[in-house]
């Protein structure tokens, strides 16, 4: 079950549940139908993810939940921020069975002053003290791969701009850098029963568990 397969985090975590042979369903949830067939992907539309009550019956059967809807805090208030970083994540927790995996982000922490950081790392506290498997994936800098890019458009600059920075930042600071084929890989290792040490996985964890480099 993916949430937000549409953002830059979901189109890779989708791409890599569709090549994976163990992998026999993917559910997606969504406002709008995705460009993406396959045939073994199913688009569930529904408007209002802060009530997930009218289709619970179509998400309960789920080995696993990928939770990567996300926006961007720019030019938003924690009131405006909120629902999406962390009411809906909490619905689908409590709608959607199996194990469940949250994309929060480098810098995470509920006591923190930055207000995005905040509000994931209060979201994260709540899902890891839920009575379920669960775990947290903190990502920091993201290569997007395989044509994938992000729907918010001061990121796709950003990472239009940076692009070139990718391959010196594996060498110098390679615990904060992944791409969207490894996270991918990573969350999929989760739902498939891969068991780390740890619950909240940093990039260099989340590199650790996808198991090999990026495809070309």
Partial sequence: MVFGASGMVG????RECLLDPVVDTVVTV????LATADPKLRHVLHGDFGDLSPIAA???DADACFYCMGV???GRSEAEYTPVTHDYALEAARVVGGTYVYVSGEGAN?????MW??????????LLALDRPGYV?????IQARHGITSRTRIYRYVYAWTAWLFPVLRRVAPRYVTSTDQLGRAMVALAKGARPAVRVLRSDEINRLAGRP???
């Fill in 11 to 14: 189109q890779g975590v989708l």
């Fill in 30 to 33: 969504g406002r709008s139908p």
């Fill in 58 to 60: 179509e998400l309960a």
């Fill in 72 to 74: 961007t805090s720019a």
């Fill in 110 to 114: 509920a006591d923190s002053k930055t």
């Fill in 117 to 126: 950081a905040r509000v994931k790392g209060r979201t994260e506290n709540e």
């Fill in 137 to 141: 994936v903190r990502p920091g800098f």
């Fill in 214 to 216: 990026p495809r070309s």
